[in-house]
């Protein structure tokens, strides 16, 4: 069927400098610049010739097209784009980045999109889909104390794989989930890229009007709703978990690795370096000190700011962390502290691909938060729940 799009995101990596010579060949313009948000996270601070002429575009192109709503360098595009009021539920939404299922955690339907796509939706404000079937991820109960949504994605992904999602429509239900504060749902629905769906939903309720600080539609699914699959798990039952190289379906329970030592960890990235990420890591980390390097780039400057504010940074710092931009960063490949040969780190980002961080003979092990912080502190890959209790 064909969509109408409600709002389309772009960053500076995949968006102006690769739609702006098609719209020029083309002679045509933006079907309407304010359902355009454009964000600067992956080339940003620019340290070279190329990044700088990657965010030069995006600037003059905002400016030429009319994008009233573009964010240089105020952190990470999926993190920005809904706390600077851009989402809510309904919302019928694509972006050009393979997280943009983020958005599934406000009830939007959000996806990710290629340059080609996305020329389409510029030019026309509508894109064709073929109505995907849904799965049901319930988690009913509460996740233990060190555990997250992070390790929930991490399970999810090590027993159905990164295709178990079939390109279908990822629901996620159950007390656990009702439970999370909006930032670890946005984490459940951007890894949703990870399990191979096309978007990750969670339906709307009191938390998501909170966190928007509006008046929202309360949407949820239709109780006789059709689905494909529907899996249950028990979220107390979940212990923390750590995927290790090169795949995020190679995850099994923290203790499992327990004898690896790290030469880095790393919070940083849209699933593990928001104002709640960095509230989990100073949890574990206040007071001590990390036996390891520890760099933190949080996702957003608003973020960073808060946890100035109410002390959260001041943990971080004490503990040993080197503050880094609010960015991509590592994660995008891109930076000043991108991994050495052979190096081994423990990393709260969404992927662990070969090269992606740095050398493609490093090895990055993924897990949440509180384990990326009681890791630092060990000197080895540790169970949180050691160092909380």
């Known amino acids: 069927m064909t969509c109408k799009v409600d709002l ?18 083309l002679g045509a313009k933006v079907w309407d610049p304010s359902k355009v948000v454009l964000i600067t996270d ?14 030069r575009i995006a600037r003059d192109w905002a400016a030429a097209a009319g994008i009233g709503h573009f964010y240089d360098a105020q952190g990470i595009c999926h993190v920005v784009l809904p706390e600077r009021g851009h989402l809510q539920p309904g919302m019928f939404a694509v972006g050009g ?21 996305m020329l389409g939706v510029l030019v026309t404000g509508e894109i064709w889909l073929k109505v995907p079937d849904t799965i049901v991820m319930q988690f009913d109960g509460r996740f233990g104390r060190g555990v997250a949504a992070k390790d929930a994605m991490l399970h999810l992904i090590g027993r159905f794989g990164m ?34 769906a096309q978007v990750g ?29 529907h ?7 979940l212990a923390p978990q750590v995927a290790a190289p090169h795949s995020p379906a190679n995850a099994r329970p923290a203790d499992e690795f327990r004898d690896v030592a790290i030469d880095l960890a790393y919070l940083g990235a849209c699933t593990g370096a928001k104002l709640e990420d960095l509230r989990m890591a100073a949890q574990v980390l206040k007071g ?13 400057l608003r973020d960073q700011n808060a946890a100035a504010q109410e002390g959260t940074l001041r943990a971080l710092l004490d503990a040993g962390a080197e503050l880094l931009p609010n960015a991509c960063g590592m994660c995008a490949g891109y930076g000043e502290h991108l991994m050495p040969e052979g190096a081994v780190a423990i990393s709260s980002t969404a992927r662990n691909f070969r090269g992606r961080m740095g050398a493609a003979s490093a090895q990055v092990y993924l897990a949440s ?14 169970d949180p729940r050691e160092a909380l209790a």
């Open 288 to 300: 001590k000190r990390a036996k390891t390097r520890l760099l933190v780039a949080p996702a957003s």
């Open 369 to 382: 938060p509180y384990t990326v912080a009681a890791s630092a502190l060990a000197g080895r890959i540790r």
């Open 163 to 196: 295709d178990g999602g079939r390109y279908q429509a990822l629901e996620y239900r159950g007390d656990a989930i009702r439970a999370l504060p909006m930032q670890e749902r946005m984490t459940m629905c951007n890894m949703a890229a990870e399990l191979g």
């Open 42 to 55: 992956h080339y940003v601070p620019a340290n070279d010739e190329e990044s700088r002429a990657i965010v």
């Open 8 to 25: 389309a995101m772009m960053h500076d990596s995949g968006g102006p400098r690769r739609v702006r010579p098609m719209l020029e060949r």
């Open 231 to 237: 899996h249950r798990f028990d979220a107390a039952a």
């Open 201 to 229: 939903l969670i339906g709307s309720d009191e938390v998501t009007r909170q966190y928007l600080d509006r008046d929202i539609e309360m949407l949820e699914s239709d109780a006789d709703a059709a689905v494909l699959e």
């Open 97 to 117: 980045d393979s997280h943009s299922p983020t958005g599934g955690a406000f009830a939007a339907y959000m996806f990710g999109i290629g340059a080609t796509e």
